[in-house]
């Protein structure tokens, strides 16, 4: 174990092997294995306090080059360009982009719909699994994670940290919380806005079944102040091909309304009409925003879903080096 002092002097960072705990459960080994050895990049530029792999909007003397300035006394020799003196006869000094950790954040929709799985776990079961394992990877690349969740009746929020007892915490949040009620995915993300100061990356993990104005105007608040937000929209099998057969009840997991009886062939043509302009406009929007989102299914392997997203980033990252 070794421990150090962040430049901010906010708190002491630990860095440990996580002790196990019932909340661990939701550590899925597979996703671990799968995604272990990837880097979980920022695309934007982050404020951060120590090294790490993220570009920071602090310019110092490591990482990759940024630019020359003119020599003044006290610069160190070590960050001269001779090849350049050599051209221009006189000095300058090589200016690097440092790179640096950041805050992840975990915005989990706790709303009644995302209990639903009829085939397969629950979507909430999936999402807070998904946050977990990629809270496990900022943290191992030493990155702080911080929680926001407001569902019914429950508050949760949980500060960026990096040390291993308050990420059992986050995990024991997810673990003992249950989807309820109305209070759709904006309240988390309002509660973040207000409380977070420094830029960072921000996972928001939801069905977005809500209504899409309120929620993207959350979104490009947060963007609009220099956060990397990644939205992963998280959808049962049953919601996007609705292959229902016969009849059935329609039951609002959000509200406390009567349940509807349906013939599910009759009303299929026009549900999944409904369903593609709500995707494609929530993409419109979310691509319009800045955000990147990542559609998932819960019958889709997890670990391949968070691989195949993990590889993209770290190519668009290089790219952009």
């Known amino acids: ?13 630990v860095q440990a092997q996580i ?3 019932p909340a661990d459960e939701l550590l899925d080994p597979s996703v671990l294995s799968s995604i272990g050895g ?3 990049v920022s695309r934007m530029v982050v404020d951060g306090t120590m090294s790490g792999i993220h570009r920071s909007s602090h310019k110092g003397g490591c990482s990759e080059f940024e630019d020359h300035r003119p020599y003044v006394n006290g610069d160190e020799l070590r960050h001269i360009d001779w090849r350049l003196f050599a051209r221009r006869d006189r ?13 992840g954040w975990l915005v989990v929709d706790s709303s009644g719909s995302m209990k639903f799985g009829m085939s397969t776990i629950s979507k909430f079961d999936y999402a807070r699994t998904a946050a977990a394992c990629l809270a496990r990877l900022l943290l191992k690349q030493r990155d702080s994670v911080g929680l926001s969740m407001q569902g019914a009746g429950r508050t949760e929020f949980l500060p960026a940290r990096t040390r291993s007892s308050h990420f059992q915490s986050v995990l024991q949040r ?21 409380r977070i100061k420094r830029r960072g990356l921000v996972l928001v993990f939801s069905d977005c079944f809500s209504d899409i104005d309120p929620l993207v105007k959350r979104l490009k608040h947060l963007r609009s102040r220099g956060n990397d937000v990644i939205v992963f929209q998280i959808v049962a099998p049953e919601e996007v091909t609705f292959n229902l057969r016969g009849d059935g009840e329609f039951i609002d997991l959000e509200r406390a309304m009567p349940s509807m009886e349906v013939d ?6 026009a549900y999944q009409a409904s369903f593609q302009r709500h995707m494609q406009r ?18 889709q392997p997890l670990a391949d879903v968070l691989s195949e997203f993990l590889l993209r980033r770290q190519s668009l990252h ?4």
């Open 38 to 40: 990837m880097d979980f």
């Open 19 to 21: 002790v196990e705990s």
């Open 174 to 194: 997810l673990v003992q919380t249950q989807p309820a009620g109305a209070v759709g995915i904006e309240a988390s993300l309002e509660m973040l806005s207000q």
């Open 282 to 299: 929530l993409e419109d929007e979310l691509r319009m925003a800045g955000c990147d989102r990542v559609v998932m299914t819960t019958d």
């Open 264 to 269: 599910f062939a009759r009303i299929r043509t």
């Open 318 to 321: 290089g790219k952009a080096k």
């Open 1 to 13: 174990m070794s421990s150090w002092n962040a430049d901010s002097g906010e708190e002491e960072v």
């Open 91 to 103: 000095y300058y000094v090589k200016q690097f982009r440092d790179e640096t950790n950041l805050q």
